[in-house]
């Protein structure tokens, strides 16, 4: 008997986490574009449970609703915190009899099983007008929204949460509490400690008593700024006039927008980027609107730290069709490709970076969201990606003024080709500034097509263009066996030296195992020592090598202007530098794993070395670490001179970059903080196993690179 009682309760219990999993909700409409002047309208839902559940169970609530013809859905995103939750999008279009305004309903039972109040039933309700505007002559268009399904906050940590509230056909938006008379919620709770702003729709924690989690049942109002009448098919009229205090006045639109928020154990400390994370460049800011192409990838990068905790997780709310990757330099990176049917609408993407303490605490940052207003696609290219090369042809016309002589790669030294309809770039995956980025599934390759000036030019006319290219790989491909990250040996030549290669070569501890070529982009955690020799592959006899400069370059390219010093003058730079040997033929030296690696996907050393002629007291060698004053030693050579030393030459070696769990936030310095611009979206040409990419974007002026504030790193 008692075995049989205890196998009833847990089928109780375990219908009552089944029933009780509902985690909040939304929707979104617009009339969707016809040419035979019939009514359609795409209407986007979002739904969260404790499990991925896709169906559609919306249905008439007053009005003509019409029929669904199309119906399409997906997983957003998921995460095992906060009580462990899956965010689904639906997209159904319904073909209309006319315009006039329904409203379509969705409810059942229950909220998450531990909401304050003890659960209850949840209900979604959504009005509908496409009733063309007066002002715009169009069909109105709701606002979009969009929120994670649980937001969380530490019970001592007061917090605002800025909900999206943006009108495409700029209205005001208003968000209020939904109403049980009018079917617009199912508990209908106003909680304690909590307030709402409804006219800039912020939700405000305050202090609570009570931890646990809170359903939040919110409506959405659009307002028009101005008197406007909305026309309707059967040449009926509706007056639509601003908000006010006056009950009568109707909304333009209504949509549900519900969401639930767990108060959490207090947290030792409340200021953001201690145990909260803070987000970082290059890290969109609230409310910003970014623009994307039809059939263009958008890319939108995240980034955030934390010095007591360590970033585990970005969660997302977007459309139907999002992903989201994490780069082996921390940052997060969601991609949406809009399609044709997208053009002129509004796609709201909300992000939060969750952090963790423990196996058992994690933490949440603030909420920020984001509107992607999608236009017409971009320039006609085509990317071709092999194993070891990347290949670009951009058509002309697209970008009219541009002369072919005056485009190049990253690398100046890199210049493009053109003929009279087309412009051409054929590179090596890992030449002219090519940058590698790594993925857990993919292996990123990316240049850009810039323009330039000529400096015999005194008036630039030319209008200028960044074509960022990429190539993206499937790390089970095959291009592991062609492209070789490692650089090759130096080969020098000057008159009385004749000609020598040096090798520029990292090593295990204590210089006993050199790296194996194999083996790169080198990994390092942030304080853990690097070892580095230069040396020459044959000895050349009575020379010694000496280390002028050493610098940190996201690129394999000496004169790129971003650098991290590491030695100058034959100085050290960086502290934890260690000279190993001495007037020598080769230069064994060290140093500290830096922060300066984590700000890029992948970073390169590059060094400038003098050779000279061993034992001479007048060489540049002789004269050790200067502070750039002492007049150097002249390398000319008169004709019955015997040479002392050679010119500079730059060696390099990498790419090296920081383990992904490495906790960047604990080796912070003012000194390696570089604000660098990224602007995202690609046009996809998928070749066998890999896909190219191309962005197309005008620019007025040269980008700025500028040290950000100590408080932003």
């Keep these: 008997m008692a075995v049989y009682t205890h196998l009833l309760a847990l089928l109780l ?173 199912g508990m209908c709770n ?153 053009l002129g609408q509004h796609f709201p993407f909300c992000f939060i970076a969750e952090a963790a303490q423990n196996v058992s605490r994690t933490y949440q940052s603030e909420m920020r969201c984001v509107i992607v207003v999608v236009g017409r696609a971009g320039p006609k290219a085509d990317v071709v990606c092999t194993k070891d090369i990347m290949s670009v042809t951009v058509e002309r016309a697209n970008i009219s003024g541009i002369h072919g002589n005056h485009l190049r790669l990253n690398d100046p030294s890199c210049l493009v080709t053109s003929n009279d309809t087309h412009v051409f770039a054929n590179f090596s995956l890992n030449a002219c500034g090519t940058q590698m980025e790594e993925t857990d599934e993919h292996l990123i390759f990316k240049n850009e097509i810039v323009t330039y000036d000529d400096p015999r030019d005194i008036i630039t006319r030319r209008h200028e263009v960044e074509i960022e290219v990429m190539c993206k790989y499937h790390k089970q ?60 592959i044959n000895l050349v006899k009575k020379t010694e090598l000496f280390l002028e400069s050493c610098s940190a370059k996201p690129y394999d390219n000496p004169s790129y202007p971003i650098s991290y010093p590491i030695i100058a003058n034959g100085c050290k730079v960086d502290s934890t530098v260690k000279f190993l040997s001495s007037h020598q033929s080769s230069v064994k030296f060290s140093m500290d794993a830096f922060k300066f690696i984590g700000q890029f996907d992948q970073v390169f050393i590059t060094c400038s070395i003098i050779i000279c002629e061993a034992n001479n007291p007048y060489t540049r060698c002789a004269q050790g670490c200067t502070n750039g004053s002492v007049p150097l030693p002249s390398s000319h050579v008169h004709k019955r001179e015997a040479p002392m030393q050679t010119a500079s030459h730059f060696i390099s070696q990498g790419p090296l970059r920081l383990r992904r769990s490495s906790p960047l936030t604990e080796f912070a310095s003012p000194s390696l903080n570089l604000n660098l611009m990224f602007v995202a979206g690609c046009l996809l040409a998928v070749v066998g196993m890999v896909c190219g990419v191309v962005v197309y974007k005008s620019r007025t002026s040269k980008i700025n690179y500028q040290r950000l504030k100590s408080d932003e790193i």
């Excluded at 090798?503 to 580095?532: A, D």
Aim: glycine content about 6%.
């Design 13 to 185: 219990l375990a219908t009552t986490a089944m029933a009780s999993h509902f985690y909040g909700g939304s929707m979104t409409f617009n009339r969707r574009q016809t040419s035979d002047g019939s009514y359609k309208v795409d209407i986007r839902f979002k739904a969260a449970y404790h499990v991925c559940d896709q169906s559609d169970d919306w249905y008439c609530s007053s009005g003509n609703c019409g029929t669904k013809t199309s119906y399409a859905s997906g997983r957003i995103d998921s995460s095992p915190n906060g009580g462990s939750w899956c965010q689904t999008e639906a997209v159904m279009t319904r073909t209309l009899t006319s315009n006039l305004p329904f409203q379509l309903r969705k409810d059942s039972c229950c909220w998450i099983y531990n909401v304050i109040t003890g659960g209850g039933n949840w209900r979604l309700l959504t009005t509908i007008d496409l009733g063309v505007r007066s002002d715009t002559s169009q069909p109105n268009r709701s606002p979009v929204a969009t929120t994670l399904p649980i937001v969380r906050v530490p019970q001592n940590c007061p917090r605002n949460y800025n909900l999206l509230s943006c009108d495409p056909d700029k209205d005001q938006v208003r968000c209020r509490y939904g109403l049980l008379s009018a079917n617009e919620c």
């Design 190 to 342: 106003q909680h304690t400690g909590f307030t709402l702003d409804e006219n800039t729709c912020t939700l405000s924690y305050r202090n609570t008593s009570t931890r646990g989690i809170y359903g939040f049942e919110l409506v959405m109002e659009d307002y028009p700024t101005k008197n406007i009448s909305l026309r309707y098919s059967n040449n009926s009229t509706a007056l639509r006039v601003p908000f006010s205090n006056n009950p009568s006045i109707q909304p333009l639109s209504k949509i549900p927008l519900q969401f639930s928020l767990e108060v959490e154990a207090p947290a030792p400390s409340c200021v953001e980027g201690h145990y909260m994370p803070r987000f970082i460049h290059p890290t969109p800011a609230h409310g910003e609107h970014l623009p994307a192409s039809v059939n263009q990838e958008l890319e939108i990068r995240i980034k955030a730290t934390a010095i007591y905790t360590s970033i585990v997780d970005v969660v997302i709310s977007g459309p139907l069709n999002s992903t989201k990757e994490v780069t082996t330099s921390g940052e997060y990176v969601i991609n949406w490709t809009p399609t044709a049917d997208n």
């Design 477 to 536: 491909s095959s291009i592991t066996a062609k492209f070789d990250a490692h650089r090759p040996a130096v080969n020098i030549t000057e008159r009385g030296f004749g000609t020598f290669s040096y090798q520029f070569e990292f090593y295990e501890s204590g210089f006993t195992t050199r790296k194996s070529p194999n083996s790169y982009p080198l990994e390092y955690e942030v304080g853990q020592t690097i070892y580095m020799q230069i040396s020459p």
